[in-house]
């Protein structure tokens, strides 16, 4: 079974600091990593998607991938009270076309 | 901004009936999907299609589920008969290639009575 493991949290964070997310996945073939936001009752949401080793920055994110340690994260700087959302890793893996999605970690920026 | 869109956002049905889902991809994709998130709990992914077939599908997705295109622009999924363990969020969502990203619709809120 190919899984994607998150932390539920929640994760709480200062406005302005730095949220750090992580999620690993279970297999090594996997080729395209997602990190989507899901607000409460809402549909996910693209933030970052990522194909290769190493760091990837847009605006305030930065995603993370380690195909080595199959590990995956999403960086948010400057933190703001509007990122407060359940963040999902999402991981398509070898041998098909599906996402396989985390249960998601909830994070809360505190004003 | 392209969007999938979804209809209807919420649908209430009485267990055992059958509903059909909605869904409107992206114009210039060629790859539709069907996820479930059960509340409280992780996405799931439902069936793929592709070329008027199904690609894959889960195990969730058994002899009670169908998917059609039945036209040029929308995309359904239909459930024949429905249980109180269907009550859940569907999402649509749509891709240009197989390994890119999807792009989801807003939902819809299924509630089995």
């Known amino acids: 079974q190919k899984e994607v493991e998150q932390n539920s949290g929640p994760l709480s964070v200062p406005e302005g600091a730095i949220a750090s997310l992580n999620c690993t996945y279970s297999?090594?073939?996997?080729?395209?990593f997602f990190w989507y936001r899901q607000y409460s009752g809402k549909s996910p949401e693209l933030i970052m998607f990522?194909?290769?080793?190493g760091d990837k920055e847009d605006g305030r994110f930065t995603a993370q991938l380690n195909k080595a340690s199959q590990y995956v994260s999403l960086l948010i700087r400057d933190s703001q009270p509007s990122d407060s959302a359940t963040y999902l890793c999402a991981v398509i893996t070898s041998g098909t076309y599906k996402y396989i999605f985390g249960t998601g970690t909830r994070l809360k920026v505190l004003a | 901004e392209p969007e999938v869109t979804q209809t209807p956002s919420h649908q209430v049905t009485q267990m055992g009936q059958e509903v059909i889902l909605r869904c409107v991809p992206i114009s210039n994709h060629l790859y539709f999907y069907w996820y479930r998130q059960i509340l409280g709990q992780k996405v799931e992914f439902l069936v793929s299609?592709?070329?008027?077939?199904?690609?894959?599908k889960s195990e969730i997705f058994d002899d009670q589920f169908s998917v059609e295109r039945p036209d040029g622009s929308n995309f359904t999924l239909k459930i024949r008969s429905t249980k109180l363990e269907d009550s859940a969020m569907y999402f649509c969502a749509s891709s240009a290639s197989p390994s890119d990203i999807q792009y989801f619709g807003a939902g819809t809120r299924l509630s089995v009575l």
């Open positions: 299609f592709y070329n008027n077939e199904i690609s894959e």
């Open positions: 297999d090594r073939g996997s080729q395209s």
């Open positions: 990522i194909y290769s080793n």
